[in-house]
């Protein structure tokens, strides 16, 4: 039984919009399922709509490294599992999962009374102006030195029992109706991964240096054993 979930949304011209949701699972897992990031896939030779891009974080029992697993649940209601990536040993404190720039969607409200739990805004922009690029950083018995003078960008930290959350979403001056998604492969390394304190200034580096990819890039669909964009 999922014991919480806590749902991420930002403001399109006043209407809260999802972004993604973060559900602490039973056995203390993490589950970040990422919607309105839909694209077509083949499997067995048929095409099928991608309905949520889901990643799961957990601990190997026996090394107690973290893991991430990223999968796609699909129309037919199939789970596809696109790749595993080690998180690394104990050394390792945290782990950039993916930075979305976000389309201009339709507007919506985020979904009710799937699980109890909390709402977390990170701030609101008029798509047809602006646009919202945002970062998700897990991280496991990190602490955090606070930035100063970054009023244009918002962080939000979420604390579960293994793994924690941080979410940081920046207002561009340009709007987007494709955006795009950019995923940090598990091995590649972030400022402060391996310190016991981060400063958030790393966690925006990081989402500067992703802003300024997306900005450019097309959004790519995945392949097995290779995460999408």
Not at 84 to 100: K, T, Y
Not at 149 to 167: T, Y
Not at 202 to 220: G, M, T
Request: proline share 4%.
């Amino acid at each position: 039984m999922d014991r919480k979930e806590t749902r991420v949304t930002a403001s399109c011209n006043g209407v809260p919009t999802d972004l993604l949701s973060v559900r602490e699972l039973a056995n203390n897992d993490l589950l970040l399922v990422l919607r309105n990031a839909q694209y077509r896939v083949e499997v067995g030779r048929k095409m099928h709509s991608v309905l949520e891009q889901r990643y799961l974080l957990r601990l190997d029992p026996v090394s107690n490294a973290a893991l991430i697993r990223h999968s796609l649940r699909i129309a037919n209601g199939r789970i596809l599992t696109i790749a595993d990536f080690p998180g690394g040993a104990d050394a390792v404190h945290a782990w950039p999962i993916f930075s979305r720039l976000l389309p201009h969607l339709p507007s919506q409200n985020p979904a009710a009374g799937r699980l109890s739990g909390t709402t977390v805004d990170m701030g609101e922009f008029d798509p047809r102006t602006h646009s919202l690029c945002y970062s998700v950083i897990a991280h496991r018995r990190q602490k955090f030195a606070l930035a100063s003078g970054q009023s244009s960008i918002s962080l939000a930290r979420l604390a579960f029992r293994e793994f924690d959350i941080s979410i940081a979403a920046r207002i561009l001056n340009q709007p987007t109706t494709d955006g795009g998604l950019m995923h940090h492969n598990a091995n590649d390394r972030m400022r402060g991964a391996a310190s016991e304190v981060m400063a958030e200034s790393d966690v925006i580096a990081l989402l500067d240096d992703a802003a300024d990819l997306l900005a450019v890039s097309r959004y790519r669909p995945a392949t097995r054993d290779r995460m999408a964009g």
